[in-house]
């Protein structure tokens, strides 16, 4: 089971944490995910991610702005977002997987086998 909580709405310059609880495997591969409004679940775009190796990767559009982080255990991940656009709202959603060949150093939204419901990110200029 994956879980987001921490959205909401703020103003263009803002900030806003996001949560997500991964429960039942042990994942190799954890990473957030956006579906903007009027897009279809098949152009939801990577955000930022991060693999049992430690690797990090991040969007163009929010490198400097987005931290992704793990907590001790492992299984819960953060997004700090700073600065927030206007074009940041979105659906977010977290997303693990267990198998790092699949998952590990791709976007590609096949290699993602749990997902949670998403927590929506309104930011307002």
């Known amino acids: 089971q994956v879980k987001e909580s921490g959205g909401g709405s703020v103003e263009a310059g803002g900030s806003l944490r996001l949560s997500c609880a991964a429960s039942?495997?042990?994942?190799?591969?954890m990473g957030w995910f956006r579906q903007a409004p009027g897009k279809s679940e098949t152009e939801r775009e990577g955000?930022?991610?991060?693999?049992?190796?430690?690797?990090?990767m991040y969007a163009d559009s929010v490198k400097g702005r987005f931290t992704i982080s793990q907590g001790n255990a492992k299984n819960t991940l953060y997004l700090q977002m700073n600065n927030l656009k206007p074009e940041d709202s979105a659906m977010y959603y977290c997303?693990?997987?267990?198998?790092?060949?699949?998952?590990?150093?791709?976007?590609?939204?096949?290699?993602?086998?749990?997902w949670g419901q998403g927590t929506q990110v309104a930011v307002s200029s």
């Open positions: 955000v930022a991610s991060i693999d049992s190796t430690g690797k990090i």
């Open positions: 039942g495997y042990t994942y190799s591969c």
């Open positions: 997303a693990a997987d267990t198998w790092l060949p699949r998952c590990g150093g791709t976007w590609d939204l096949a290699g993602y086998n749990y």
